[in-house]
Nanobody
Framework: QVQLAESGGGLVQSGDSLRLSCAAS????????VGWFRQAPGKEREFVAG????????YYGDAVKGRFTISRDNTKNMVYLEMTSLKTEDTAVYYC?????????????????WGQGTQVTVSP
């Protein structure tokens, strides 16, 4: 079992930066790959970023590539999403996920564990 809790969301202006945090607990977290997804009203859950457990390889959705960075601190059981040059279209609820299936990290169904989400709103 893995428990996840996101924080750090809020209201920002276009062009601002924001860092989301995901606090994790559970015996298998240390062997889990992690990912960030987002979901806007009326839309499907969208892949934002992922990090593979074995080699720390990182992957990004096309919409955020070059602007967002995923990182992980295994000593603190924390996952982060650094977001820069935010746009209004980045507005969504952001979710942290964890999985021991280390393939297909861009697919929501890969993840067994999810946090409750944190709202990010970007104003013009």
């Amino acid at each position: 079992q893995v428990q996840l809790a996101e924080s750090g969301g809020g209201l920002v202006q276009s062009g601002d930066s924001l860092r989301l945090s995901c606090a994790a607990s559970g015996r298998t977290f240390g062997r889990s790959s992690v990912g960030w997804f987002r979901q806007a009203p009326g839309k499907e859950r969208e892949f934002v970023a992922g990090m593979r457990w074995q080699n720390g390889g990182t992957y990004y959705g096309d919409a955020v590539k070059g602007r967002f960075t995923i990182s992980r601190d295994n000593t603190k059981n924390m996952v982060y999403l650094e977001m820069t040059s935010l746009k209004t279209e980045d507005t969504a609820v952001y979710y942290c996920g964890a999985t021991i299936d280390h393939l297909r990290l861009s697919q929501p169904r890969t993840y067994s564990y999810w946090g409750q989400g944190t709202q990010v709103t970007v104003s013009p």
